[in-house]
C-alpha cells in the first residue's frame, strides 16, 4: 500500500515540476497556447442516459496574447495521462476504448494576429454499449513547437459515464415556468382545486443567493398562498420558508441554510384541515410543526375559477397561480437549475419522499402534476407525465444542461 501511495505522489510531483519547466526561460508577457475547454477546470463531464448514443463536446487552441505569425498546434489523446489523473484524485478510471470518440482533426492553426484557433470536436459515439454507472476518461493534450503552453490548461480530461442518475436538467436563472392549463376552467384546472392536501416535491440546484439582487428566491408554489422559497425579509437568506395563506413556516435558523452550487431534493408536505407541515431536504424532515390556514380547502388554480364564473369571482381574474420559479415578480428569481418537479393532493409519507426521490409511476395515486425537465427536444415545454395535459411552458428560451449527475441520495 506505501508503494502505491508514493507512486501517486511522485506522480503529482512529476506533472507539477512538468508546469513549472513550461515557463522557465520565459517572462510573463510571452504569448503561451492552452485548450479554451480546459481555462475554467481540467475535468468535464460527459454524463448521459440510457437512450443517448453520442455526444459531442467542443475545444479551441487559444493564444494568450497574438503573434505576428502563424501558429501549428497538434491535437491528441495521450493515454499516459489516466495514470495522472487517477494518482490526483484517488480514483481508478480506465482509458475509454478508441471505438467510443474520435477527435475531429489533430492539427489546429491560429493565424497571425488572432488568438483562436476554428473549433474542433471530441465525439463521443457507441455510448449505449458502455456499462452503467462506470466511469472512462479520455485526456486530450494540445502541444506545438511554435510556442509554449499554459501550464495545466494545455490538456483537458472528459470524464465519460452512462448513468442511471439524472444527466438533463432545465436552467431557469432569470426564468419560470408557467402552466397555461391552470388558467382556464375544465378538468385540468379543477385537479388543482379544492385540496386538502398538498405535497411540493422539486429537484433543484441554486447557483446563487444574492440578496443584493433579491432577499427571496422562488421555488415552486403560489405567492401570498402556498410557495415554498429561500428567504425572506429579516429571514436567513439560504432557509426555507413556506408562505402558507397569512402564515409564514418555519421561524428563522440560521442552522437550516443550505449551499449554492449543490443538489437537493427538497419537499413540503402539508395537512391543510390539521394544520400540520413538514419540509423534508434529501428526503430527511428538515421542519415541522402547524401552520395556520383559513380552514378552506386549497386552489393553485384560482384564475379557472375566474373563468369558470367571471362575475361571481371577478376578484380572481389577476389572483396569483402556481408557477415554478417565480412568484410576485421577475425580482424574486430561482436563479438555479430543475431537475423535475412534482404536485400532490395528499401528504407524501417520509418514507414514499424517501424511496421516490429521483422517480415517481406517473400514474400514483394523488400525483397531480409531475415535469421531469430531461427533454431539450420540446424546447420550451415541459411535459406533464401524468397525462392530465398540464404541460409547463417557459417564460423565456429554456437553456438546457445536458451533461450533469445529479446524486442519488436514497441509493448510496
Not at 254 to 269: C, G, Q
Not at 320 to 343: M, N, T
Amino acid at each position: 500500500m506505501k508503494r502505491i501511495f508514493l507512486f501517486a505522489a511522485l506522480l503529482v510531483l512529476a506533472a507539477t515540476a512538468c508546469d513549472r519547466d513550461e515557463y522557465k526561460d520565459k517572462t510573463p508577457n510571452d504569448p503561451a497556447l492552452y485548450l479554451d475547454a480546459a481555462a475554467s477546470r481540467p475535468d468535464i463531464n460527459v454524463f448521459f442516459k440510457r437512450t443517448v448514443e453520442t455526444q459531442q463536446k467542443n475545444l479551441m487552441a487559444v493564444l494568450s496574447s497574438p503573434l505576428s505569425h502563424d501558429i501549428e498546434a497538434s491535437l491528441a489523446v495521450d493515454p499516459a495521462l489516466v495514470d495522472l489523473y487517477n494518482a490526483r484524485h484517488g480514483t481508478d478510471y480506465e482509458l475509454l476504448d478508441k471505438s467510443h470518440y474520435e477527435l475531429s482533426t489533430n492539427a489546429l492553426s491560429i493565424a497571425a494576429g488572432e488568438v483562436n484557433s476554428k473549433p474542433a470536436t471530441v465525439q463521443f459515439k457507441n455510448l449505449t454499449a458502455l456499462p452503467i454507472d462506470v466511469t472512462y476518461l479520455v485526456p486530450v493534450t494540445i502541444a506545438s513547437s511554435d510556442v509554449g503552453l499554459l501550464g495545466a490548461s494545455s490538456r483537458v480530461w472528459y470524464l465519460v459515464k452512462q448513468t442511471s442518475a439524472v444527466t438533463t436538467v432545465a436552467d431557469l436563472t432569470d426564468n419560470w415556468i408557467t402552466f397555461p392549463t391552470l388558467d382556464k376552467a375544465g378538468p385540468q384546472s379543477d385537479l388543482f382545486n379544492g385540496l386538502t392536501a398538498v405535497t411540493y416535491e422539486i429537484i433543484v440546484r441554486v447557483k446563487k443567493f444574492d440578496k443584493q439582487k433579491a432577499e427571496i428566491s422562488s421555488v415552486m408554489g403560489v405567492e401570498q398562498y402556498l410557495l415554498l422559497r429561500f428567504g425572506d425579509t429579516s429571514f436567513p437568506r439560504q432557509q426555507l420558508q413556506v408562505q402558507a395563506g397569512g402564515s409564514k413556516f418555519p421561524d428563522a435558523d440560521d442552522v437550516k441554510s443550505l449551499e449554492a452550487n449543490e443538489w437537493y431534493h427538497l419537499a413540503m408536505t402539508y395537512d391543510v384541515l390539521a394544520g400540520d407541515m413538514r419540509i423534508y431536504v434529501n428526503g430527511e424532515v428538515q421542519s415541522e410543526g402547524k401552520a395556520k390556514w383559513s380552514g378552506e380547502a386549497v386552489d393553485l388554480a384560482m384564475r379557472a375559477k375566474y373563468d369558470a364564473d367571471p362575475e361571481t369571482n371577478a376578484s380572481l381574474k389577476e389572483a396569483y397561480q402556481f408557477l415554478i420559479g417565480y412568484s410576485y415578480d421577475e425580482k424574486r428569481p430561482l436563479q438555479g437549475e430543475v431537475a423535475e418537479a412534482r404536485v400532490w393532493s395528499k401528504v407524501r409519507t417520509a418514507k414514499e419522499i424517501w424511496d421516490h426521490m429521483y422517480d415517481v409511476d406517473p400514474a400514483a395515486d394523488g400525483l397531480l402534476g409531475y415535469w421531469k425537465f430531461d427533454t431539450p427536444e420540446d424546447g420550451d415545454i415541459i411535459r406533464d407525465m401524468t397525462g392530465h395535459g398540464n404541460d409547463g411552458v417557459a417564460a423565456k428560451p429554456l437553456k438546457w444542461n445536458t451533461s450533469v449527475e445529479v446524486p442519488q441520495i436514497n441509493k448510496e
